[in-house]
């Protein structure tokens, strides 16, 4: 399973971006999916994830009401609005995927599938 995110970029507060991470057609209907981010010299942290079929989504309290997480079924990918930017937004933000995440979506540990990253930076 590859994933390929893309939509990073240097913003100023208060702005807004998207983040897309496609994944192959034969796994997107099968496969739970969803965003980490680690900011330098910190732990990586949960972002958010839509179960399969988009019946389920969660997102970090740290960015709930700024962002929004949603499944395109015609391109295949799993996006991330990123409303409202905060400098401690500023992150390598990495999609996941994982066939069966279980209850705790939360932990790195549940997601098998990673993508390569991408560099958000929030300027004050």
């Known amino acids: 399973v590859q994933l390929q995110a893309s939509g990073g970029g240097l913003v100023q507060a208060g702005d807004s971006l998207r983040l897309s991470c496609s994944i192959g057609?034969?796994?997107?209907?099968?496969?739970?999916l969803g965003w980490f981010r680690q900011a330098p010299g910190k732990e990586r942290e949960f972002v958010g994830y839509?179960?399969?079929?988009?019946?389920?989504?969660l997102l970090a309290d740290s960015v709930k009401g700024r962002f929004t997480i949603f499944r395109d079924n015609a391109a295949n990918t799993v996006n991330l609005f990123m409303n409202s930017l905060k400098p401690e937004d500023t992150a390598v933000y990495y999609c996941?995927?994982?066939?069966?995440?279980?209850?705790?979506?939360?932990?790195?540990?549940?997601?098998?599938?990673w993508g390569q990253g991408t560099q958000v930076t929030v300027s004050s």
């Open positions: 996941v995927a994982q066939l069966l995440v279980g209850s705790t979506p939360t932990v790195d540990s549940a997601w098998h599938y």
């Open positions: 057609r034969r796994y997107f209907n099968s496969y739970s």
């Open positions: 839509v179960m399969y079929g988009g019946s389920r989504t």
